[in-house]
């Protein structure tokens, strides 16, 4: 991740949410979870962990979603982006949806978790360790 754009910038589809992400990912994942693929409509979602400290909105708020208990995925209200999840068992971090980063490809993934849940279909040609449900 030498290239990593420092901070991390993104934003949603109708740019009327902007954020900047400050420090290195603590992680980035690919989320097989049926509350993911729910959220997304895709059939994997993929996050950067950040640090809580470091993020903030630059343009625009998030509308946010319970998912469930001490779950919070946060979107935009107008165009419907995926921006952000935070969770109360995951303090002191915000996890990034990838996508919604300008430069997703400077995060690349190092494992996959609740690979349980996934769709069978789905194929991913990586030597990724896979975690049945969470890795931590
Ligand atoms: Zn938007
Ligand atoms: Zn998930």
């Known amino acids: 991740m030498t290239d990593m754009p420092q901070p991390a910038t993104g934003g949603c589809l109708c740019?009327?949410?902007r954020f900047e992400a400050a420090g290195a990912p603590l992680w980035i994942a690919h989320c097989h979870c049926h509350s993911c693929r729910r959220n997304t409509g895709a059939p994997?979602?993929?996050?950067?962990g950040f640090p809580a400290d470091g993020f903030a909105y630059v343009a625009g708020r998030p509308k946010a979603f319970n998912s469930s208990p001490g779950v919070r995925r946060n979107?935009?209200?107008?165009?419907?982006?995926p921006l952000t999840y935070e969770?109360?068992?995951?303090?002191?971090?915000v996890h990034v949806y990838i996508s919604a980063l300008d430069d997703p490809d400077a995060f690349p993934p190092q494992f996959h978790v609740f690979t349980a849940e996934?769709?069978?279909w789905l194929r991913l040609d990586d030597d990724l360790p896979r975690h049945p449900a969470t890795s931590r």
């Open 15 to 17: 740019g009327a949410i």
């Open 44 to 48: 994997v979602t993929t996050f950067v």
């Open 75 to 81: 979107f935009c209200a107008d165009c419907g982006t």
């Open 87 to 93: 969770a109360d068992r995951a303090a002191g971090e």
């Open 118 to 120: 996934g769709i069978d």
